[in-house]
């Protein structure tokens, strides 16, 4: 065999890891094992098989009982390896050698050992920790069947042994706070909840005395009460300040830290062991309740005793004191509660009340505001239209004009009174004060509608443009904050384009909803009105932003800001969203999504009778009640000319007068609406209930009673009216008055 075959090392040290690798290179001069050459062959056996081995071992062999393990041991060892290899099992493990000598003899006498989570107090990472092991020591023989040294396999169960403990501690834990939850929730008194609390305390803890203790006001010193020490019911122990308990009572609980006495008096500045000497107190853990920087409240728990506080006593008396503090709070709340309960509920309706007042001024506001951005188109058009009639009244006064062009002047009259008409019906309907009230409409007739309000009002200088599809598109809104929104929006446009451009109105139905400013999409279907303008345009970083109440970029005294907050509110209220784009210099294009649904039958609008009615009269009696001068005079004679016979009221008292107990002499009473003393509502349905059969057709220019209420079930005629609309009206209720008294006789 040559010199290069022989290998420097024994075979049973081949591999092994780290450990074997160590063993390879070790000096083991000065080892009680002396040269791995000169091993016996049953420790070459033990030791190939730990070092083979994922399993802590360790073998302790010969007389000195010389140390050995492999890597998986070494991380027990801690801060000993790698100083432990080879050197005595005694001088390694000498803190806890008078647990394991017992065990140890044991295994030299030849007998296997077997323990199962014992504890030990070892000194691994320089200092003392308590710690758990499963490990069984047993005998190593030699050749002649001598015990030579002991083998150990073992295994660290600190960390399920804490867990274990603190599993359990913490079932107690919640099994103790439930129980006193239970019973302190029975108490309505705060002096009876920490009474109750510190004596279920002091039975859980195992404390000979418990007490707690109130917080001065001036946060200075504290009162020590109940001591079930002699009688077992709660008494005054006394009242301390925290000077008695010198500077590091006074600063440790002004930080909120727990004050813990132990029972070394000893180690206190004499005035604070003078102090606990003289209430009899050993142990005492003083628990402060910081709130907001301040020091609330206290709790003291004390032991007549010596003891020391162990964590579980801390944590467990710190979440008391917390949850008992709480519960007076609670206590304390429900109290107050209950004395303001008597008046919560009228307070409810009050604030309830206000709020939908206040909501139906800020929507009013809303809508005026858009009113009052349109004033200047109004009074224009306005200006316009008396223009035509004036000129044409001129002209009519001529004793010579010809007849062709009396005839077109006459027209000319009888046409703009029509368009004004029109104009001041379609302001006052979006102007009027009413409740919230969703219905179903059709979008594309309501965009036609008010596009020609705002085709009028904006100005010659803005075409706009209105496409809706051929077929219906209905949604379920609020009709007048449909309109808000529409103005409000086209208010914008037309400042955007400072009064001259182009503003389409467009609708598109059955779209999805797109996302949103980050929210998400939805199906839909959905009808999509959009206001496209040519105007300047929003800078990007103001366009997230035009939506915000009280935003806005006009000049003061132009805008309060509240006209696309309005947008945005309805859109949201009504189950859509409101959208923006804008490319500055190019215009913006709001759009409005609102859910699309399918037409109600019982929505649509009643068929217009079939019958032809007649524009004359034939000497059927009115009743004209008609407060202004003028339009009195001017209503009986129109009437008399078409052939009625009439009888002029100025007020409903005179009406009443007149028409005498059955209004026999009379067949049917037209009446304005808005009136001095009785208006013309009040004085139909008084003639509903006392002459039934007598029809009333109501006459009004606008009424914020029609507004919110409506017509009540009467007739109406909408001012200006002409002489062929009364005319056809008369007839139409005079005719189904007669049906009605003929069908009553039959």
Sequence with gaps: MTESTISPFPLFLAGGGRMGAMMRFHDWNGSPLGCPDTWPPCLRSTVSLLLGSRFPMFVAFGPELGFLYNDAYAEILGGKHPAALGRRFHDIWAEIWPDISPLIERALAGEPTWSEDMPLTMNRCGHDELTWFTFSYSPVRDEEDRVAGMFCACTETTSRVLAEAALRANEARLGFL????????????????????????????????????????????????????????????????????????????????????????????????????????????????????????????????????????????????????????????????????????????????????????????????????????????????????????????????????????????????????????????????????????????????????????????????????????????????????????????????????????????????????????????????????????IPPDLLNRVFEPFFTTKEVGKGTGLGLSQVFGFAKQSGGDVDVVSEPGRGTTFTLYLPEIEADRALREEPVDAGVVEPGGAGQRVMVVEDNIEVGRFATQILEDLGYVTTWAANAEEALDKLGVDGSGFDVVFSDVVMPGMGGIELARLLKRRMSHLPVVLASGYSHVLAQEGSHGFELLQKPYSADQVSRMLRKVVGRGRNRARDGEA
């Design 178 to 537: 439930d129980l006193l939850g239970k019973e302190t929730a029975k108490r309505t008194n705060a002096d009876e909840i920490l009474a109750t609390t510190t004596r279920m305390v002091a039975e859980h803890l195992g404390l000979s005395n418990c007490a707690y203790a109130d917080m001065d006001a001036d946060e200075d010193g504290f009162t020590i009460r109940g001591d079930w020490a002699g009688a077992g019911s709660p008494s005054i122990v006394g009242h301390y300040s925290l000077a008695d308990f010198g500077k590091r009572a006074v600063h440790d609980l002004g930080a909120g830290q727990p004050l813990i006495i132990n029972d070394n008096l000893a180690e206190l500045a004499p005035e604070e062991a003078a102090t606990f000497q003289a209430i009899g107190i050993a142990a005492t853990i003083c628990m402060p309740l910081v709130k907001d920087g301040r020091l609330t409240a206290l709790m003291a728990i004390h032991d007549r005793v010596p003891r020391t506080w162990s964590d579980y006593d801390l944590a467990l008396i710190t979440e008391v004191t917390e949850r008992s503090w709480a519960h007076i709070e609670r206590v304390r709340a429900i109290a107050k509660l209950e004395a303001l309960n008597a008046t919560l509920e009228q307070r409810v309706e009050e604030r309830t009340t206000q709020l939908v007042e206040t909501e139906a001024v800020l929507r009013q506001s809303q809508k005026l505001e858009a009113v009052g951005q349109l004033t200047g188109g109004v009074a224009h058009d306005f200006n316009n239209l008396l223009t035509i009639i004036r000129s044409s009244v001129d002209f009519l006064r001529r004793p010579d004009l010809a007849e062709e062009r009396r005839s077109r002047y006459l027209n000319a009259v009888s046409e703009t009174v029509d368009r004004a008409s029109k104009l001041t019906s379609q302001l006052l309907a979006f102007a009027r004060r009413q409740t919230l009230k969703p219905e179903t409409l059709d979008v594309g007739a309501r965009l036609g509608v008010v596009g020609e309000l705002l085709d009028t009002v904006t100005g010659v200088r803005i075409r706009v443009v209105t496409e809706v599809p051929e077929h219906p598109c209905y949604v379920r809104v609020d009709t007048s904050q449909f309109e808000t929104a529409l103005v409000n929006m086209a208010v914008n446009a037309r400042d955007a384009m400072d009064g001259a451009g182009t503003l389409t109105l467009r609708l598109r139905c059955g779209t999805p909803l797109p996302p949103i400013r980050g929210h998400a999409s939805a199906p839909g279907p959905f009808a999509a009105v959009s206001l496209a303008d040519t105007g300047c345009g």
